[in-house]
């Protein structure tokens, strides 16, 4: 079972890993491998992480120019991908046409193999996190539905397949899910059982979003420049925590209307401004409470809480558990 990327630049880095049979490495209930790779114009470290069935692959990579990579898959896979901070073209025989995935956005693929190219465009900060799947172990996931039945009868007929014809919104608690999965601290039998629990809840998600947009397909309908206003939105309101501006300023910002705004923000995110801005934030602060690097007061004013008492209670609705438990 090999995976197999080699730039196309001699000089900048090459990859390649023979996984065992079925990612399973004997007596071992999980395995972890942490690389890293330097060029003259790109640097990167990555992780891998597999058990029985699946493999994680988490990717920080910066490049001063576009990165193009040879890329070889030599197995069945159905690929769960994740761009946070990339736009990335994948291009393979196996595919009739190639496809695109851009910041903040996810797909599922079923590869039947991978023998092409992908391009990275240059960017200070790259992150993807990619999930193989063996299909006999993603079958257990997949809904029963119509609505899947194409995905799943083209997997059995070995047909490169994307569950969603239009790439999807990385939504705030998929955010907390992929964080929790790639930087746990647990070990052994103990962080298989986590990845394999929050990997059920991020399909989970992830599935719910894709039979939500196909009851009510809005985002299909917008213009990819009405697309990236929302995206626009979302970096400012994420910039600005603790000075939260009203939607109608919101709207003058990126140029468009208070209507507008609601609408497509929540076709492309899942969640209106105020939901999305309030996962974030509480994402954002349990983050910063686990690092310990900061108290509950001052994780408080960080995300825009003066009043610590307030934001206590926020956490404790949110999570379940109170912030100062979270530190213990």
């Known amino acids: 079972m090999l995976i197999r990327a080699e730039c196309i630049d001699p000089d900048q880095f090459l990859l390649e890993t023979d996984f065992p049979p079925f990612f399973q490495e004997p007596g071992k209930a999980i395995t972890e491998i942490r690389r890293t790779a330097n060029g003259p114009n790109c640097s990167g470290s990555f992780l891998d992480l597999f058990f029985e069935g699946v493999l994680v692959w988490h990717g920080h990579m910066q490049s001063g ?5 040879n890329y070889e898959v030599d197995f069945p896979v159905v690929q769960v991908l994740f761009s946070l901070t990339s736009n990335t073209l994948y291009c393979s025989d196996s595919m009739d046409v190639p496809f695109s995935l851009n910041t903040n956005q996810f797909n599922i693929c079923y590869m039947p193999w991978y023998n092409g190219t992908i391009e990275w465009k240059a ?72 990845v ?81 801005l309030n996962n974030s934030k509480m994402a954002h602060a349990k983050d910063l409470l686990q690092s310990g690097a900061m108290n509950v007061t001052e994780v408080a004013d960080l995300v825009g809480y003066k009043n610590t008492t307030h934001f206590t209670a926020a956490f404790k609705k949110h999570f379940g558990i109170l912030p100062s438990d979270l530190k213990l």
């Open 65 to 69: 120019k576009d990165l193009l990579v």
């Open 196 to 276: 394999e629990a929050k990997l059920t809840e991020l399909l989970l998600l992830q599935f719910e979003q894709f039979r939500q947009f196909n009851e009510n397909p809005v985002c299909a309908t917008l213009k990819q420049s009405e697309i990236e206003k929302m995206y626009f939105a979302r970096e400012i309101i994420l910039s600005n925590y603790d000075k939260p501006c009203s939607l109608i300023d919101l709207a003058h910002e990126v140029g468009t209307n208070e209507y507008k705004l609601k609408k497509h923000f929540k076709a492309v995110f899942g969640n209106t401004v105020f939901g999305y």
């Open 123 to 194: 960017s200070e900060k790259m992150e993807s996190v990619e999930f193989y799947i063996l299909p006999e172990y993603f079958d257990r996931f997949l809904p029963e539905e119509k609505l899947f039945q194409q995905f799943r009868t083209d997997i059995q007929q070995q047909r490169f397949s994307r569950l969603s014809n239009h790439n999807l919104p990385i939504t705030a608690p998929m955010q907390v899910l992929l964080r929790d999965i790639v930087h746990s601290k647990r070990k052994n039998h103990y962080r298989r059982l986590e």
